[in-house]
Each structure stands twice: as structure tokens, then as C-alpha cells.
């Protein structure tokens, strides 16, 4: 903090001032692992995961090519933070036949990446050999061989929204046009469902798009109508009177790239081969120090990598890929006495089926299930939870954690509508952030299920769900209403508007939002994963040692852990280590810290100190102004004059500086409304430094520098006014009120 001292004339003294100083610390202690950690937490690298997952690999419609690709990817981020990694393959119960449409120059809205519905008996070109080729807007539905110009040659029509046998004919026109595929452009918010030609069409890709895909084909493709007007209905714009007619008067070029391809139902689940439908569970562990056997307690974090069709699904739920997988890269290198374990689950869309199964896998004993990895493994009655269901501390799982729709806050919602571990260690870690929490807060908690912390409560495991949504208590304020209903009696939430449909892409996607429930989410799982350490100070005669300072030193440095409480109790987490504690003058030696542990520790030696104190001082005394005498009219002449300060300094660094405070001839000698032409100049010497030049002064100039403390420093403070002879001189004095400041950022 800068201390600024002012002197309000140059005649005037200024009158110290300060700030009593403590005592010097020989090392500034680093902060606790916990706040360490924390503030490494940074919503830019999920927010970037976000836009990977929903732009660049598009939506990720269970079992199909880009559920696996995200699960590929996240894999590889973890394999590179060093975690040990596994895709789990379960049969997927649909067959899917889809599109993923792209373009090679031009910038496609909401994303890079479209998913469009392919007609499951047209032409399937493969994933890696897609068509290419120009768009042309059939403005119309194509039941005409007419409809089409003899410019579709070549290119890919694109027709208004048809279905049934007006579909089919729409096709035949445009093969026989020469098309080398067909858009049929739906107006819905998601392409339309499932669907196949009343006759196959195997020569050419016909695909389906949803609205927004349609409102930008048309954009990108119409020229302006000669009244200027353009159609972009996704921006909120209007159809002009040119757009009207049966196709684009004018239209732009719009090359498209189509790859289409059919994943089949695996019912069979018997195998995992190329075109069958399965979904992907990434998990990533890293186990415990020492943990052989597999006997560490678990702490899970995970969110969903699926999306419904045609959506990106950038907030619901590549947010929660985006937070999970920024808590794994700051945790990476802990060595830690609990196993932390990540996961993205596939199939969370079509009815928790990923996480069901793996949770059937993992969460119950064998005998509960079949234990053939391509199954569902669902049990007729799942009802003793394994070994390692027993291990888990608790699951975070996120499920849209930061859109920018306005009404939505930060929820923990449980099955029962209980609050349980998980959501009392997020509340904690929200108030350690500063976040408000409760009835009416940003952060809250109540009832839901409708995701994939389900299989955990049901296998006895505390777990919520944490999204980002406006949810509606019922008017009692009570969640655990509505029995065994996903949601509590008379409770309701508001999702986005775009949530569900091929809008829901990167600009549902809040970078703040994302940082906050960082603080609250991830936050409390670090807290979780580390080992807590509970100290309780005392003195000699056993009572409690409060407010005393607690750091300690675990072979890295001395870091600060806060103070105790009233009862002299403080909680410390730390990871794996080896640690020397102290609390006031208290110190606990080599405590080896392998899990959550009690230290009672005494405080029974007292330092003194002999000393005395400095109060912070920064001092400026001027002498008598100096003078330059009378201007000789008509003489060139330089004046310069003198007055003296006196300087003193207790800081560890000072600055003495010269201002003109006036609005009137800023740097310049006044008399009355005549001014001098030539600037006043000033300088500052003392027996440290006698080779200063003079410069002009104006709004701030800087005179002197002291690094060090100074007492009754002698300053001579010099002035240098230049007069030309043929400078017009008024009668009468010049003069000019000048402030000088001492001035220290070190007090």
C-alpha cells in the first residue's frame, strides 16, 4: 500500500505519519495444502475441456462413435496426469444411425461439429470418408423434378422439412437432379428421431438436421436481398422479402462435409466388434500410498460423457468432464492415504444405463451379478453392497455445472432429499470460499435423483448431485417429501431453454460459473482426499490454547494451517507426510501423517524477547522558498534558486517527488492570466547524490529515491527558470504553488 504524505503549499511542513510496523518474519510461511491446491483450480482448463468435448467432437449420443471418442480423449488426459485409466465397454441396447457434418472453411453455428439423424436406409459413407460438396437451398419441398435447378448437380440439396413418402419423393427428385446428398432441414429443436426412407436410397446420404442447423445453412447460403436485408433467424434476425421466393435469388457458397454411419444394437452383448453399439465408462484411479490390498477409503468424483442426439451437450454435461477433470490435473502429483477415483459415465441419457452397470459391477458382490463385461449386469435383486462399495467416503457427481442461463444457482440434490457427507463437506467448502449457502442462497441443497449419483445411493454410498439450475423448494421448505418420486412434494425446477437441443453449445457455458462451483465442488472433494490431521492445543495445566498460530513444516516448507479455536482446536489436511507441527510455542515433532488422525498437542516453553520498537515515520520539512529575483526583459538568461528540506525515513523504501497541482499553465510560472513560455524545471541533491539533472516539472516529477531508512537527510531543492530574450514579461510576480511528497509502497 502506498502511504502518500502531502504537503499542501510548498512553505508548509508535512507532518509524520504512520503505521506501527510488527516484527520481521525470517520466511513467509506458504500457504496449507488445502489453499494451495484450491487456488490452482482454474475454470480456463475446463471451460477449454468443455469446448473439446462439445465442438470439436460434437454431440455424444450414447453408443455411438463420439461417446467412445470422449471417453478416448479424457483417457488420454489421465493417462498423461499419470492416473491409472480403463474404458469399460457395456452392449448398447440401440441402433443409431447418424451423421456428423462439418465444413472445411467456413465457421458453423453454435459449433464446428454438427450431428444430424441419418435415414437408416440410405448411404452410410463411413466415419472417415464423408462426402463433400457445395450446398444448395431448395427452398421448397422438392415433391417436383422442378424444384430442383440444374445446379444441384454435384451438390448437396438441401429442401424444407418433409417427411413420410413427401420425404421419399424429395430424394428420387434430387438423385435424379444429380445430388450427391440430401438435408432434409427440420424446423424442430433436435434433429427429428429415428427414421428411413419409404423406399432405401443407398446411392446418397439423406440426413436430418435440427432448427438451428437449418436457420444457419440458410444464413450462410442467402446473399442479401437487394433491401439488405439477411436471413439469421438464430441471431434473432429476419427473413427478407429475396429469401421469400422458391429458392435464394443469389446464393453463397457453403461447402459441407457428411459422414454417416450405423452402430447397431448389441443385444447380444457377447462381443465388442467394429459397428455395434456400446457405451463407454472411463474411470481413473490413483490409489492409495501402500495400498496393497485394496482397503483405502474411496473418494469418487464424476460427471456424464453422453449427450442427447444432435446436442452438443456443452453445458449438460461436458461441464462436468470440464470440472472433474481440472480437480484430477491439480491433484495429480499428491501422494495421498485415500484412493481418488474419477469417472465419465456413458448412457446417463437413456436412463443411467452406464452408470447402473457399472455400479452392478463394482458396487454389489459378485454373486449379484453375471460379471460378463459387455452386459448390463443388472441383478435381479442387488442387495449387499461389496467390499468396495463399503471403502467409499463419498461420490461428487456433476451433472451441468455452469450455464449462463440467469435464474440458475448452484444445487446438491440426494436421492432422499437428505443432506449427508457429500453436501455437508460442499457447504463447508462454499463458506471457506466466501459463497453464501441455504434457503434462498447461491448454494443449496434438496431432492433429486435423474442421475448417475443414483446407483451410488442405492448402494449405500453418500452422493449428490451437483447442478447448476433453478430449482423451486415446495413452500414447507421440506425435500424429503415425495417418497420414493425423483423429485420432493411441491418442489420443481427451470432448466435453459436450450437445454436438450442442438443450442446447447458454448454459449450456454458460463467461464464464472465454472470457477465458482470449482471453489464449492472441487474444493470439498480436495478437502475429502486429504488426510485431516485434528489438533488439540494445551497448555501445561490442560486448558485450552486459543487463537494461537498453527503452521508446520512437512519437508517442503513451513506453511500456515490458521489458529485454534476458543477450545484451542484446529483441523489441518495434509497428504501423505511427514510433518513437524507447531501451535504457538508448541511443537510437535516427525508426526507421520498416513490418514485422518487426532493430535493432542501441549504448549510448555515461552520465548521472550528484549527489544524495542520503531514507529513507521516518513517526514518532509521545506525551508523559506527560494527566489529567482526580477526577469530582465529582453535578456536571455537562466535563473535558478534553492530552498532546503529535511528528510526522514523509517521505510524500507522512499520517493521524493514534485507536482504542479493547478489547472492553470500547468508547469509553467504565472502571473495573473500571463504565463511564462518556458517551463519551470526542478531537481533534487543531497551529499548521496549530487549529479541530478533538472527536468520539467508538470503533473508528477520524480526527485529522489531511497532504498534504505534515512534520518535527518539534508535535501537541497533547486529550481532553474529559462528566459528568452525575446519572451514577452509581464509586470507584476510569477509564482506557482508546487507539492511535494515523500511517498513509500515498504512501510
Not at 446418397?204 to 433467424?233: H, M, R, W, Y
Not at 482446536?569 to 510433518?579: D, F, G, L, Q, W
Request: with cysteine; hydrophobic share 35%.
Amino acid at each position: 500500500m502506498k502511504h502518500l504524505f502531502r504537503a499542501a503549499t510548498a512553505t508548509a511542513a508535512v507532518a509524520a505519519f504512520g503505521i506501527l510496523a510488527g516484527p520481521a518474519t525470517a520466511q513467509t510461511p506458504k500457504p496449507s495444502y488445502y489453499d494451495e491446491l484450491v487456488s490452482n483450480l482454474d475454470a480456463a482448463n475446463s471451460y477449454e475441456t468443455v469446448r473439446h468435448l462439445a465442438n470439436d467432437i460434437g454431440g455424444r449420443f450414447s453408443g455411438t462413435r463420439q461417446e467412445d471418442q470422449a471417453a478416448d480423449w479424457l483417457k488420454q488426459q489421465m493417462d498423461g496426469f499419470g492416473y491409472q485409466t480403463k474404458i469399460n465397454q457395456y452392449h448398447g441396447s440401440a441402433t443409431t444411425s447418424s451423421a456428423v457434418v462439418r465444413s472445411p472453411d467456413t465457421t458453423l453455428y453454435p459449433g464446428p461439429t454438427w450431428i444430424m439423424r441419418a435415414a437408416g436406409n440410405s448411404k452410410m459413407t463411413g466415419y472417415d470418408t464423408p462426402i463433400s460438396g457445395e450446398v444448395i437451398w431448395i427452398n421448397n419441398s422438392g415433391a417436383s423434378a422442378a424444384d430442383f435447378p440444374a445446379a444441384t448437380t454435384g451438390k448437396i440439396a438441401a429442401i424444407n422439412n418433409v417427411t413420410g413418402t413427401a420425404l421419399n419423393t424429395a430424394v428420387v427428385n434430387a438423385v435424379a437432379a444429380g445430388a450427391i446428398g440430401v438435408i432434409n432441414m427440420g424446423t424442430g429443436s433436435s434433429p427429428q428421431g429415428a427414421f428411413t426412407l419409404t423406399a432405401a436410397q443407398p446411392t446418397i446420404p439423406v440426413v436430418g438436421s435440427a432448427d438451428v442447423q437449418s436457420d444457419t445453412i440458410k444464413e450462410l447460403v442467402c446473399a442479401p436481398g437487394p433491401d439488405g436485408s439477411v436471413f439469421a433467424p438464430h441471431a434473432g434476425g429476419t427473413v427478407g422479402p429475396t429469401q421469400n421466393g422458391p429458392w435464394c435469388a443469389t446464393q453463397k457458397k457453403l461447402t459441407l462435409t457428411i459422414a454417416t454411419e450405423t452402430v447397431t444394437a448389441n443385444a447380444a452383448a457377447t462381443v465388442d466388434a467394429p459397428g455395434l453399439s456400446t457405451r463407454a465408462v472411463i474411470t481413473a484411479e490413483k490409489q492409495a500410498v501402500n495400498d496393497v490390498f485394496d482397503t483405502a477409503p474411496i473418494v469418487g468424483m464424476g460427471g456424464h460423457i453422453d449427450s442427447t442426439f444432435g446436442s452438443p451437450g456443452a453445458h449438460d454435461d461436458a461441464t462436468g468432464e470440464g470440472i472433474w477433470l481440472e480437480v484430477a490435473r491439480v491433484m495429480r502429483n499428491l501422494s495421498l492415504d485415500k484412493e481418488i477415483r474419477f469417472g465419465g459415465f456413458g448412457g446417463e441419457e437413456q436412463g443411467l444405463t452406464g452408470s447402473r452397470a457399472w455400479g452392478n459391477d463394482h458396487l454389489y458382490v459378485s454373486s449379484d451379478t453375471d460379471n460378463n463385461p459387455l452386459t448390463s449386469n443388472v441383478p435381479a435383486t442387488p442387495s449387499t453392497p461389496s467390499a468396495e462399495a463399503k471403502r467409499y467416503i463419498g461420490q461428487w457427481q456433476m451433472d451441468m455445472t455452469g450455464t449462463t442461463f440467469a435464474p440458475a444457482k448452484l444445487w446438491a440434490l440426494t436421492v432422499d432429499g437428505k443432506p449427508n457427507r457429500v453436501t455437508d463437506e460442499a457447504f463447508k467448502a462454499a463458506q471457506r470460499s466466501g459463497i453464501t449457502t441455504g434457503d434462498g442462497q447461491y448454494f443449496d441443497q434438496c431432492k433429486l435423483s435423474q442421475s448417475d449419483h443414483v446407483p451410488f445411493h442405492n448402494a449405500g454410498i453418500p452422493a449428490a448431485l451437483f447442478i447448476h439450475l433453478n430449482y423451486i423448494k415446495a413452500p414447507s421448505k421440506d425435500c424429503t417429501t415425495g417418497g420414493s418420486s425423483s423429485n420432493c412434494t411441491g418442489c420443481s425446477y427451470n432448466i435453459e431453454p436450450v437445454y436438450h437441443t442442438s443450442r446447447d453449445a458454448m454459449d450456454n457455458v458460463s467461464q464464472f460459473y465454472l470457477q465458482e462451483q470449482l471453489d464449492v465442488i472441487g474444493a470439498s472433494y480436495i478437502w475429502n482426499a486429504l488426510n485431516g490431521v485434528n489438533i488439540t492445543a494445551t497448555n501445561a495445566a490442560g486448558a485450552p490454547v486459543a487463537n494461537a498460530n498453527v503452521t508446520g513444516n512437512c519437508g517442503d516448507g513451513v506453511r500456515q494451517f490458521g489458529k485454534t479455536d476458543a477450545a484451542g482446536k484446529v483441523e489441518v489436511r495434509v497428504p501423505h507426510v511427514t510433518c513437524d507441527f507447531t501451535v504457538g510455542n508448541g511443537v510437535a515433532k516427525n508426526v507421520v501423517v498416513s490418514g485422518d488422525m487426532q493430535l493432542p498437542l501441549v504448549a510448555t516453553s515461552a520465548d521472550g524477547t528484549a527489544g524495542g520498537s520503531v514507529p513507521a515515520t516518513l517526514s518532509l520539512t521545506l525551508g523559506t522558498p527560494g527566489t529567482f529575483g526580477a526577469f530582465t526583459p529582453g535578456l536571455a538568461k537562466t535563473y535558478e534558486a534553492t530552498t532546503r528540506a529535511t528528510i526522514t525515513s523509517t521505510a524500507g523504501d522512499a520517493l521524493l517527488s514534485v507536482s504542479d497541482p493547478s489547472t492553470t499553465a500547468t508547469g509553467y510560472l504565472v502571473n495573473g492570466t500571463f504565463a511564462l513560455p518556458e517551463p519551470l524545471q526542478a531537481r533534487a541533491r543531497n551529499a548521496a547524490n549530487t549529479g541530478t539533472a533538472y527536468n520539467n516539472v508538470g503533473s508528477l516529477l520524480n526527485l529522489l529515491t531511497y532504498s534504505a531508512p534515512v534520518s535527518n537527510d539534508a535535501v537541497d531543492l533547486q529550481f532553474s527558470q529559462r528566459i528568452k530574450e525575446t519572451d514577452p514579461l509581464r509586470t507584476g510576480t510569477y509564482s506557482k504553488t508546487l507539492t511535494f511528497t515523500l511517498s513509500t509502497t515498504n512501510p
